[in-house]
């Protein structure tokens, strides 16, 4: 059955290629991505990966991430920050045109503010939310007032949120329905199958860098082996599926074919319930992160292509990372035994340690059952904490049944039933530092804590770095956090996946690999 | 005793039968003592990541450096488990179901009939695809969903053979004499019907073992627990197809699935000819 709808898959795929590729000559990408994302605009748009960078490449932001993530200014030519943090004056670049010729000016990135406060969106109202007032003195200049100081607000909503066009939105009431996708970007949506292609052309009214390429088609290809061999056989040019680990060594060595590999910032971490029993005590959650082999995970796991994971939570790659907190302290199994007796656990008949009242240290660990590198880790995970003494009862789930059980609705005031569970966290929580979401004990602020952990100091110290603007200041407040990090064990962190994306250098080499995200990104796109 | 004896004979009743024989008492011989014999364990990291065939790892090693010769070794045993467990669950049930619907006729026959015959019609594979993803990956549920698919069939075939015996001239005469239902049941039905109820039960059995791989190659079973049909999965979806390690890491556990289903097969077929040779006159 699989076979067939794969084959069936690559054939439709080629179908359609051959069909885009005969009335075209030119520079013309050809790139896979893994599903349908509807019209294409801010609000239809379906997946943080691809689908973002999907929408960045038709549209625009005020500030645009660099490949080291430091904003740089993009339809603003800079921005004035007055002294309290609160105003921030931008000025935009000269003769900014729509992709349909109307000029592009401050009113309409006024009305997009507006239009996201007024149109809730997942992403994009956040950052629109923040703002208490938007004034255009004149067409090139926007003065944003914000409601209290933000140190984030450049990174994540100058350079997040695309600028839509008031002529075009104006009277569209329902976002959520929206087919015309007008933009800015580099790059213009001429044709789109639902489920097959879309067709990217160059955008002639683009102010900016030339676009690398006249075309780019997009077939979805919803299966890994199906698009590898897509790949393979150079139906594609390049997949926005990442490489997994072990098919690495065979593209690298395939000579048509390059790998271009960078440090990732997706994380596995086992979360753990930090308000029930044994698990409640930081000493015994030390223990357990400090019986884990993070090498073997990366070395047997990912086969070397990732970094192992620290207490601080975020990989070293990044900017803010506490460089001694990378690292979690470690224990032998009978280290880990000896410490379990002076904590006033003793060893029972079947070598696992159990409480003075007789409370076994035996947990159920979670898994998802459809990911095979995280089951893979659990597997490894569960057999090292089983000769510390604890007893692991490994369970694999299915995706949504485990999300029930460990983030109910993805709302943390719906409480948990859980011992301990893999969780994965997607690239963005670690690039943009979200270590207040992930620990903050109240559920707006904490809003990714899904182990219940509340530590007064902690929620302190997150409330000081959201208002602190001055970056040494905030660094040094995100270290100290990182610190409390070590001495709790809130989760642990058990490594990153290294971003492994694999192309065709003949039709492109050029890409540029984006700190933590990969190759997939409007610069990529851009000549240079 | 003699029915043993008959059951014995069928076994080496033809050479095809002897050959299913040999071969499934092979399989049980690893599935008894493959844990013994196999040189690691399954579990342990023992080589690196996706070596191929050696000395050390006849079959190389799996995409975390375990070797795959042990994990077929260990998995013979938990593939036959569940194979044994679903179908002996689903004969008994649909024995139970066949036998029921028969003596007791009227609308208990009507219902339990519609029963099966729904359970029947319905496509075996999705609708163990649905369940086994309703109630969620583990070595039971496997076990459950299997014998839930398929345990309409033996009812049927159990129903008719148990309608003939109940027809037969001096199973009535007994009912005339005031035979009671416990009485026919025992010592007349019974009799007749489980020697269909074995040869059921080793179809059963083949049938519940490719359920059980394709449930987990698909990822519906237990991936914790090492089945052949979960180091299908683990190939699969760590690009065996890809990286050109299927020969050692597919086709011998996907060879082992299809010898185990043959010799059940031959078995089956020996038994219903011998046992139920009124079945072969038709």
Known sequence: MKKVSKLLLSLAALALLSLALASHSGKTLRMAILQDEGTLTPYTYQTGYPGYELLTMVYDTLYQLDENLIPQPWLAQGAETSADGLTYTITLKPDLKWADGEALTASDVAFTIKYFQDNLHGRFSTPANKVAAVETPDEQTVVITLKAPDATFIQNGLADVPIIPEHVWADVTDPNSMVVSIGSGPYQITEYRTDQFYRLTENANFWGPKPAFDEIITPIIKDQTATFQALQTGEIDVAVRKVSPELVERFAAQSDLKVAQGPGFSASTIQIDVTKGALANPEVRKIMAGLIDYEKLVENVLLGFGVTGGPGFLPPAHPLSNPNTTEYSRYTPEEAKQRLEELGFSQGADGVYVDADGNRLEFEYLTYSDRPIQLRAAELVAQDLREGGFNIELRAMERQALVQRVWPDFDVSKGRNYDMSMVNWSAPVAAQARLGSMLHSDFVTGNLNVGGYSNPKVDSIIEEAAVTIDAAKRQELFFALQQKMAEDIPLITLFFEDGVYAYRPAVYDNWVFMAGQGIINKLSFLER | ?282
């Open chain 2, 1 to 282: 005793m003699s029915f043993w004896r008959a059951v014995l004979k069928a076994l080496f009743s033809s050479p095809i039968s002897t050959f299913g024989t040999v071969l499934l008492a092979f399989m049980i011989f690893i599935a008894v003592f493959g844990p013994s014999l196999s040189p690691y364990d399954p579990r342990e990291v023992s080589g690196r990541p996706f070596s191929p065939p050696s000395a050390e790892h006849w079959l190389g090693t799996n995409d975390i450096g375990q070797d795959i010769f042990s994990e077929i070794l260990w998995g013979t045993r938990v593939s036959l488990l569940i194979g044994l467990v679903a179908a002996s669950t689903a004969i008994v049930f649909g024995t139970a179901v066949g036998v029921v619907s028969s003596l007791a006729g009227g609308w208990v026959d009507v219902v339990l009939m519609r029963i099966t015959d729904i359970v029947l019609t319905i496509p075996f594979l999705p609708l163990a695809v649905v369940l086994a993803a309703f109630l969620g990956p583990s070595l039971w549920n496997t076990a459950a969903v299997i014998a839930v698919v398929i345990w309409a069939r033996p009812a049927r075939v159990v129903r008719s053979q148990s309608l003939s015996i109940r027809n037969l001239t001096y199973v009535e005469a007994a009912t005339a004499l005031g035979g009671r239902f416990n009485h026919i049941l025992i010592r007349h039905v019974l009799p007749g019907v489980v020697p269909l109820a074995l040869s059921q039960f080793i179809l059963a059995t083949s049938s519940s073992i490719l359920t059980e791989a394709s449930l987990s190659f698909l990822g519906l079973g237990d991936p914790i627990q090492k089945s052949w049909g979960t180091i299908l999965f683990y190939a699969q979806a760590r690009g065996a197809f890809l990286n050109g390690s299927w020969p050692w890491w597919v086709i011998p556990p996907g060879l082992l699935i299809s010898i185990t289903v043959l010799s059940f097969v031959l078995i089956g077929r020996a038994l219903e000819d011998v046992l139920m040779p009124r079945l072969k006159a038709r």
